[in-house]
């Protein structure tokens, strides 16, 4: 394997629209040795055959599911094509977007550099994003400097880490657990990777953008800034189902990865893990007393404090439903 492949891992779903800009914006990196690993999702529409057209024009696009269109969804296609694929480093692409000339390039200097200076630890690389409108219109930077932290504490309670600007070098992948059972309940494939880098390596941010980052109402994920599309047409209760979605992070990091957890990593993922099952206002109470969120402002500190008090009834439902599964 030569020294600096990169491997980049797309999965689609009915992404025809804005599919080939994507894979066109990886075609002309300023860097070059990489393959594209594209696993679709079970498209309908012409997504599977604009795929098939770039793997005959590029010999280094590979389609990884060309005759098995399982639906996985999102979390479980990124993670099986993390799995399937080989390389010194791997990035994730989602289908909408547009990388700029240098993304790999940068990225990759920024990797190799916190790899010299953490003697090879698990790291995860992400960037700054660009946000702009379905015509890639837009100037607006997604990410303030406060809007970034690498702290395993602070990313068990908030992610920060967007997946279309991740890289992680080969000694991250090695810590993750691809065990279907493991992965069936995991929220966001950005969010769980990021916390597996903040408890046994290192996530670095690099401030600049690095994409093109297209909002529009079909996003699975997207911008959290008012007045942007994604957040006009999809947000309704933000700020409970952020607290939920944490919760259900927590307990599955604690089933997958709590043994090898230390110190105050282990008493918050434990805590927090389990109140599932078992909670009530007074013991969340103690839970929040004894350990309290570490989020990025003290304000989100206390309001995710007291909105994992008031919402006990949702977080013991978190196991319920997941004994349905």
Not at 47 to 59: A, G, L, P, R
Request: overall charge positive; proline content about 2%.
């Amino acid at each position: 394997m030569a020294e600096d492949t990169v491997a980049i891992l797309m999965s689609t779903y009915n992404g025809e629209r804005y599919l080939k800009e994507q894979i066109e914006s990886i075609i002309t990196q300023s860097f070059s040795n990489w393959q594209l690993y594209i696993r679709d999702d079970g498209s309908t529409d012409h997504t599977v055959s604009i795929i098939n057209e770039f793997v005959h024009k590029d010999k280094r696009i590979i389609f990884l599911n060309a005759n098995f269109d399982k639906n996985l969804g999102v979390t479980r296609s990124f993670m099986k094509l993390l799995e399937s694929a080989e390389a010194n480093y791997y990035m994730f692409s989602d289908q909408d977007d547009y990388w700029k000339q240098d993304k790999v390039k940068l990225t990759l200097k920024k990797m190799q550099d916190a790899e010299k200076e953490f003697n090879y630890k698990p790291i995860c690389v992400h960037t700054n994003l660009t946000i702009v409108d379905n015509n890639l219109n837009g100037n607006l930077l997604m990410k303030k400097p406060e809007d970034t932290w690498s702290g395993f504490k602070q990313l068990l309670f908030k992610n920060c880490v967007t997946g279309c600007t991740m890289m992680i070098n080969q000694a991250l992948k090695r810590q993750i657990n691809f065990n279907d059972k493991k992965l069936v309940n995991v929220y966001l494939h950005d969010w769980w990777i990021a916390l597996i880098a903040a408890a046994f390596g290192k996530v670095i941010y690099l401030e600049e953008s690095t994409i093109l980052y297209r909002q529009h109402v079909g996003n699975l994920v997207g911008s959290n800034i008012k007045g942007t599309a994604w957040y006009n047409n999809t947000v309704s209760d933000p700020v409970n189902e952020r607290v939920i979605q944490s919760m259900r992070m927590i307990r599955d990091f604690w089933n997958a990865y709590g043994n090898q957890l230390q110190g105050t990593n282990k008493k918050y993922t434990e805590k927090y893990a389990k109140l599932i099952g078992h909670s009530n206002l007074l013991r969340n109470f103690i839970t929040v007393l004894h350990c309290p969120p570490v989020r990025p402002t003290i304000r989100g500190d206390i309001l995710f404090g007291f909105l994992v008090v008031k919402n006990f009834k949702e977080i013991n439902q978190l196991e319920i439903d997941k004994e349905k599964k």
